[in-house]
């Protein structure tokens, strides 16, 4: 895409031959300083372009810092508050809600809490930037601003603005981004941190300056006059091609296009991708580097995903029928009539809680090797099992109710890849609430587990960790009872544990993802007392009002983990659980963690929630701090 000028300059030596030899000598000096100033004009553009890469290096080295730390931090507090706890000793002492003086000492805890909740936690309304955080807002025009001033730093020459080349390289330098940020086996991930579906935000926006930089460069190139390149020659099509193909690629991207038509969107996406690439390459190879380094970076997670594959599903034993069945097989229960839990046993897979897995199953998806990404509900265990809980859409998941419901099949294939995202261990909090909405109680399942095995062990610094779960019947909790009943039947340790079912009753409000939320019916929302109250919120009069045991019994809980269960009606009122818990954490773990995976109205209420809760004043009078987490199904 950027090449240079046909006419000019260059044309104007030949035209010179046979004149006086002073005048050739002259015009001879004259291309040669020409040709030698774009060279040097060209080695700059090609030089900003290495800029932004110094750039986006030093930027992943910095996050790469703060992730080391903080992985550093959380291991010696764990360790720590478990040592302590294992030798008898009791908890610091919550500080009081009200009337304590302001310590100094803890200005930088309270100036993190702010930059935290502007930077991170509250979201921009969803009519000005589609529910985005400052941070992702600030990072995308940064981003821009940095790849942009760079690309145009440069494209005056002779007092003539010329863009056309500079937006070419900078079109260039963004491919082995692009493709680095959309893989699952994501380097910057290792690095950061920073889960790969959470960085896919900048996928979207180096893949949208992809796309304007390369339509810069073609209309600057038709703005100038195509010369010797004009229509018919190869430069040309090959141009064309790749700016058709990333136009096509930015049109079928579109939040809408993915909701209607995902696979579509994916075979289409891939396919114009790799169309781009090659056709740039064709198009102007000496900046062939660029899509050598993409094509390599592709290649990479695409073997890495497929060794992987191989190795979780034993994919050497498929050759012979009699083993093939038994690895290939796995348990699907319809536990709602949307509902499928859905258990793989996999030995070979190793993952850490709340990660995620892609599952496949040729016999029932219309594309056969289509992959769906499924959070994995249990924890590592010796068993090898690996659940999930699933809901019916429309595409291929509703394929699989209708497996069971009308074929009344379930001997079903499943292969999974996985496992993927980075898990955010929760177990050197003090305080752990545990926030969810529908199937989204797979991501507060797997962490309520992995805390309940660190208690028993004595390996968590967690004394209070409480599972705040929005579903529409009471039955709906035994898509997970198994589960409770049996990691409590194992023993719970010193931890306390609550689980709080809010039963909303409605259809559209409690699944992850859902955009919409209706009004909820019967929503006596419990009561709580004003900021800085003590009182226990895990209250036992609302739950006997609904009826204790007959939940229980109804949503399949031993009587044992009924002990740790509370229902209620409506919603749950985020905030009022999280003073409560705050004001009796204890001040020597991490402070108090809240966890949500829901649909977008219930994330942006527990959003809320923290910004108000974590305030600096707060924590300036010995309060502790609150982190937040959410994971969302989908990008
Ligand atoms: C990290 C992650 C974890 C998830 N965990 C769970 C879970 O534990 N339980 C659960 O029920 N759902 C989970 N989902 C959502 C689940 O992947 C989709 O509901 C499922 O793929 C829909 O398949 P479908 O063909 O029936 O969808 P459709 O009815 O065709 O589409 C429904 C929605 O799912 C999206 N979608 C469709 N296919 C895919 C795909 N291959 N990858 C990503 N999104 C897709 C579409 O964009 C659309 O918004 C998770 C999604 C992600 C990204």
Redesign the pocket.
């Known amino acids: 895409m950027a090449h240079e000028s046909s006419s000019g300059s260059t044309g104007s030596s030949s035209n010179s031959t046979g004149t006086s030899s002073g005048s050739a000598a002259t015009t001879t000096t004259a291309a040669a300083a020409s040709k030698n100033n774009k060279a040097n004009k060209n080695a700059a553009i090609s030089k900003a372009t290495y800029d932004t890469w110094y750039v986006i290096a030093g930027v992943t080295g910095a996050c790469m810092a703060v992730y080391l730390f903080s992985v550093a931090n959380a291991w010696y507090i764990r360790r720590r508050v478990a040592a302590a706890r294992r030798a008898g000793k009791a908890a610091s002492p919550p500080a009081a809600t009200t009337g304590a003086s302001v310590s100094i000492s803890r200005v930088p805890k309270a100036l993190n809490a702010v930059f935290a909740n502007i930077a991170y936690y509250r979201v921009w309304p969803l009519w000005i930037w589609s529910a985005t955080s400052t941070a992702e807002w600030w990072w995308t025009w940064a981003y821009t601003g940095i790849v942009l001033g760079l690309g145009f730093w440069g494209c005056i020459s002779n007092g003539k603005l010329d863009y056309a080349n500079p937006m070419g390289y900078v079109a260039f330098g963004q491919i082995p981004l692009i493709v680095a940020l959309s893989s699952r086996n994501n380097v910057l991930s290792w690095l950061t941190g920073i889960s790969y579906?959470k960085l896919n935000y900048l996928h979207r926006a180096s893949g949208r300056l992809c796309v304007l930089t390369t339509w810069l460069h073609t209309l600057g190139w038709f703005k100038k006059g195509l010369g010797k390149h004009g229509p018919g020659t190869n430069i040309f099509l090959t141009g064309m091609l790749a700016a058709v193909a990333a136009l096509i690629m930015w049109l079928t991207s579109f939040a809408l296009a993915?909701?209607i038509?995902?696979?579509f969107?994916?075979i289409s996406h891939i396919t114009m991708g790799i169309i781009f690439i090659v056709g740039s390459y064709y198009h102007w190879p000496r900046l062939g580097e660029w899509c050598w380094v993409g094509l390599v970076i592709w290649a990479f997670d695409r073997v890495l995903a497929t060794c992987r594959m191989m190795w979780v599903n034993k994919v050497w034993l498929m050759p012979f029928s009699s083993k093939r069945a038994a690895h290939s097989a796995c348990t699907v229960e319809l536990v709602d009539p949307d509902?499928v839990r859905l258990t793989v046993n996999r030995p070979n897979m190793k993952w850490s809680p709340a990660q995620?897995a892609?599952i496949t199953m040729p016999g029932v998806a219309t594309l056969r090797y289509?992959?769906?990404?499924?959070?994995?509900?249990n924890i590592q265990s010796e068993t090898g099992d690996v659940t999930?809980?699933?809901?019916?859409?429309?595409?291929?998941?509703?394929?699989l109710v209708h497996r069971l419901t009308e074929q009344k099949s379930s001997d079903i294939n499943c292969y999974l890849d996985g496992p993927?995202?980075m898990s955010h261990g929760l177990n050197h909090y003090d305080s752990v609430i545990l926030v969810s909405g529908g199937?989204?109680v797979?991501?507060g399942t797997a962490h309520l587990l992995s805390i309940m095995e660190g208690s028993r062990n004595a390996t968590t610094a967690v004394s209070n960790c409480r599972l705040v779960w929005n579903v529409r019947e009471a039955a709906n909790v035994s898509w997970i009872a198994p589960m409770i009943n049996e990691a409590v039947a194992k023993g719970l340790g010193q931890t306390r544990f609550h689980i709080d079912i809010y039963i909303t009753r409605s259809a559209a409000s409690d699944e992850?993802?859902t955009a919409h939320v209706a009004p909820i019916e019967d929503t006596a929302t419990p009561e709580y007392s004003p900021s800085g109250s003590t009182e226990n919120v895990n209250d036992k009069g609302s739950a006997s009002s609904l009826g204790d045991e007959k939940y229980a019994s109804i949503a399949g809980l031993s009587a044992e983990a009924a002990q740790l269960v509370s229902w209620h009606r409506g919603r749950s009122h985020i905030e009022g659980i999280l003073r409560s818990d705050r004001s009796e954490s204890a001040t020597d773990g991490a402070g108090v963690a809240v966890a949500c995976c829901g649909p977008s109205g219930l994330t942006l209420d527990a959003r809320r929630a923290v910004c108000k809760v974590n305030s600096a004043g707060s924590i300036l009078r010995g309060q502790n701090d609150v982190t937040f987490y959410s994971?969302?199904?989908?990008?």
Do not use: N, S
């Open positions: 579906e993915r909701k038509a995902y696979e969107f994916l509902v995620h892609y289509e992959q769906h990404p499924m959070t994995i509900a999930f809980i699933i809901r019916a859409q429309t595409g291929f998941t509703r394929r993927y995202g199937t989204g797979t991501y992850p993802g994971e969302l199904f989908g990008w």
